[in-house]
């Protein structure tokens, strides 16, 4: 009787097995994407990138096939794929739908907050010749943001804007992985309710929400900028955080918040 049941069960078993099968040779199309598939186990795997996948270092080695002009479809099929990497929000659709007529699998990953972040690497796992290393870098993103949170949390959060360029002035609304961000930090995005994901912001929006902080990406002559397009109007601490870390939907959007939560955590909230 066992070893018809064990039978059974391993009949049942191996279709699963057969539909999860690892890619052999994976194009990625974005930078973040690029970087998802190199935190689960995927970068032996890797024939073609995207332009600006730069992390990890061997990222900046594969050729390069997609940029913000558009996919060189032709130089994707000349890799033979076996998994394309896809990001609706960046890729136009019709070079998408050229490839996938060959008959080459397009997954398409399109993470807006930290938890699609790891549910991302959940979904690489069946690809990866190293599912658990996929499964272990979701489950620390995880844990990432929920000890940040505890640790971070104030009685009364830090009311911040979000600054994205000066000439037009941009910032993020609460449906941006930036805004959830600030928000583990113990912040509160002063546009957090804008319908509008991006919203375009006057100088006077802004000094009305009374910010007690700016967050911004870039490093030190960025800074510079923004305190001198905000002078005298408004003279408050200008938060820097690593623009890839700030700006990709990938693993390293978690180094970003330790980074930016360091900061914030030393600014009184009134």
């Known amino acids: 009787m066992i070893p018809r049941v064990?039978?059974?069960l391993l009949c049942l078993w191996l279709p699963v097995a057969a539909i999860a099968q690892p890619a052999q040779r994976v194009v990625s199309l974005a930078p973040n994407l690029t970087e998802l598939a190199y935190a689960a186990g995927l970068g032996d795997q890797l024939v073609?990138?995207?332009?600006?996948?730069?992390f990890p270092a061997q990222a900046k080695k594969l050729e390069q096939v997609a940029s913000?002009?558009?996919?060189?479809?032709?130089?994707?099929?000349?890799?033979?794929?076996?998994?394309?990497?896809?990001?609706?929000?960046?890729?136009?659709q019709r070079p998408l739908?050229?490839?996938?007529?060959?008959?080459?699998?397009?997954?398409?990953?399109?993470?807006?907050?930290?938890?699609?972040?790891?549910?991302?690497?959940?979904?690489?796992?069946?690809?990866?010749?190293?599912?658990?290393?996929?499964?272990?870098a979701a489950t620390q993103i995880r844990q990432q943001r929920d000890s940040l949170?505890?640790?971070?949390s104030r009685p009364h959060p830090l009311p911040v804007f979000i600054q994205f360029g000066t000439?037009?002035?941009f910032t993020a609304s609460?449906?941006?992985?930036?805004?959830?961000?600030?928000?583990?930090?113990?912040?509160?995005?002063?546009?957090?309710?804008?319908r509008a994901p991006w919203p375009q912001v006057s100088r006077e929006q802004v000094l009305a929400r009374q910010p007690q902080a700016i967050v911004i990406s870039g490093g030190q002559q960025q800074r510079d900028s923004v305190i001198a397009f905000w002078q005298p109007a408004l003279t408050v601490?200008?938060?820097?955080?690593?623009?890839?870390?700030?700006?990709?939907?990938?693993?390293?959007?978690?180094?970003?918040?330790?980074?930016?939560?360091?900061?914030?955590q030393s600014l009184p909230s009134h």
């Open 174 to 194: 609460s449906k941006t992985l930036q805004s959830e961000i600030v928000s583990l930090c113990g912040a509160e995005n002063i546009f957090a309710n804008s």
């Open 167 to 169: 000439q037009p002035l």
């Open 68 to 92: 913000w002009q558009g996919v060189n479809v032709e130089r994707v099929l000349a890799l033979k794929p076996d998994l394309v990497l896809a990001w609706r929000g960046g890729n136009p």
């Open 48 to 54: 073609g990138v995207s332009a600006y996948s730069d």
């Open 97 to 136: 739908d050229q490839i996938a007529s060959f008959g080459i699998p397009v997954l398409f990953l399109d993470p807006e907050n930290i938890e699609q972040v790891a549910q991302a690497l959940e979904q690489l796992a069946p690809y990866s010749p190293h599912p658990y290393m996929a499964q272990q």
């Open 6 to 8: 064990l039978g059974l």
């Open 237 to 264: 601490p200008v938060v820097t955080v690593d623009a890839d870390w700030f700006s990709r939907a990938g693993p390293r959007i978690m180094q970003a918040a330790a980074q930016l939560c360091t900061q914030l």
């Open 149 to 152: 949170k505890k640790q971070y």
